[in-house]
Structure formats: structure tokens, C-alpha cells
């Protein structure tokens, strides 16, 4: 059974902050890492992608990958108030075409 | 660069009635989901399609959802009767899969369903 889970939230940070999200998934036949970023009555947003250990840097955001430990995360930093949604974190595994997603992370950005 | 297409954006309709939600993938991608979206049970995969040709149904809730998709540019699902318990935001998301496993999905703006 394939998982990916991720803590549901409300996550809350003040405005400037950096936002933290995790994610940790089951099989470690793994290989490809995504970030989705949806605010509410909208559809999923891919905002990062990451397929080999270390960072990734994107603008405010950088994407973290360890494969030992079966984690991926996402940074958000300065954080702002048009950052305050859900975010899904998104694996792929190999030799299958879908990706398996998590139950998101509510975040709330305070001005 | 038009991305994911779908229509209709909102559908109402009574129970019993027969639905089709209609998607157009990006051109030149080769595989196509269908999810659905509820507040209790998050994203699901209903059913995904890999160059026309269903890959896993598995997530397909009963015999009353059936998808196809007769050609690289437009998939239909349908769901005949609905019911109550079908209202969701159904999403079409597509990708380009190819050897290496590096599947970036994209989504269509969905399709609100509420069946009364």
C-alpha cells in the first residue's frame, strides 16, 4: 500500500515567516516528488517538483527531498497572506503513470 | 496555451438523472486522470488512461461511473443515475509520461457537481 501523508493543519504563520511543510511517504521506490498549492474553489496548482535528494529553489519556495528517510518538505519563506492555502504533496512511484496524493496541508498566512 | 479543459464548470441536476463531465487534455500529453474532490475523502483517482487506453479503474466507486476516451484529445465520465452522494468537485488533470517516471500532473479548473 502506497502512502503519503501529511499533518492536515491549520498550519498558521505570521506574515514574513517561513512556513514549514512535511511530508512522508511509504515506499521507497519512489522517484519523482511534487508540490500542489490550492486555494479554496480552485483546482490544484503544481508549484515544485524535485526528483533527486537535497534542495530545490524556486523563488520563496525550496523544496527538500531524503530519500533515507522517506521525506519531502516545503519552505515557504517571507511568507505571504496570497500563500494561505492547501497544500498537497505528491509522489510518483516507478512504473506506474499516476501519483499518489496526500490530504494536504491547510496554511494560514496572519497579516 | 490553453491548459486542461473541462466543461460543464457547474452542473445541478436531480438524482436519477444520467451526467457526462466532458475533458480536454493538453495537447501532446499522453495520459489523463479523473479525479474527485470532497471535503471528507480529499482527492481521489477515479480512473486514469495512459495513451486512450484505461490504465486502473480501481478507484471507479461502482458500476454506475464509467469514463472512455476515444481519442487523444477528449475523455468523457459518466455517472448513470447519480446520486446524493456523487456531489464533489470532479478534476481531469493530464501529464506526458515517458521512460525516467517524471510525471508533472496538470488540472483542469473542475467540474462542481451537486445532485439532488
Known amino acids: 500500500q502506497k502512502e503519503v501523508e501529511q499533518n492536515s493543519g491549520p498550519l498558521s504563520v505570521p506574515e514574513g515567516a517561513i512556513a514549514s511543510l512535511n511530508c512522508t511517504y511509504s515506499?521507497?521506490?519512489?522517484?519523482?516528488f511534487f508540490w500542489y498549492r490550492q486555494y479554496s474553489g480552485k483546482s490544484p496548482e503544481l508549484i515544485m517538483s524535485?526528483?533527486?535528494?537535497g534542495d530545490k529553489e524556486d523563488g520563496r519556495f525550496t523544496a527538500q527531498l531524503n530519500k533515507a528517510s522517506q521525506y519531502v518538505s516545503l519552505l515557504i519563506r517571507d511568507s505571504q497572506p496570497s500563500d494561505s492555502a492547501t497544500y498537497l504533496c505528491a509522489v510518483g512511484y516507478s512504473g506506474a503513470n499516476n501519483l499518489f496524493f496526500g490530504t494536504g496541508t491547510r496554511l494560514t498566512v496572519i497579516p | 496555451d490553453a491548459g486542461v479543459i473541462q466543461s460543464p464548470r457547474h452542473e445541478v441536476t436531480e438524482m436519477g438523472q444520467e451526467v457526462t463531465l466532458r475533458c480536454k487534455p493538453i495537447?501532446?500529453?499522453?495520459?489523463l486522470f479523473w479525479y474527485r474532490q470532497t471535503m471528507m475523502r480529499g482527492l481521489e483517482l477515479l480512473i486514469y488512461?495512459?495513451?486512450?487506453?484505461?490504465?486502473?479503474d480501481s478507484g471507479m466507486p461502482e458500476d454506475r461511473f464509467s469514463a472512455k476516451m476515444p481519442n487523444a484529445s477528449f475523455s468523457t465520465l459518466k455517472i448513470q443515475p447519480s446520486e446524493p452522494r456523487d456531489s464533489a468537485v470532479y478534476f481531469c488533470a493530464s501529464s506526458f509520461a515517458a521512460s525516467g517516471g517524471m510525471y508533472e500532473q496538470y488540472f483542469g479548473p473542475g467540474t462542481r457537481l451537486t445532485v439532488t
Open positions: 488512461f495512459n495513451n486512450n487506453v484505461p490504465i486502473d
Open positions: 515506499d521507497r521506490v519512489s522517484q519523482s
Open positions: 495537447s501532446g500529453h499522453n495520459s
Open positions: 524535485i526528483y533527486s535528494n
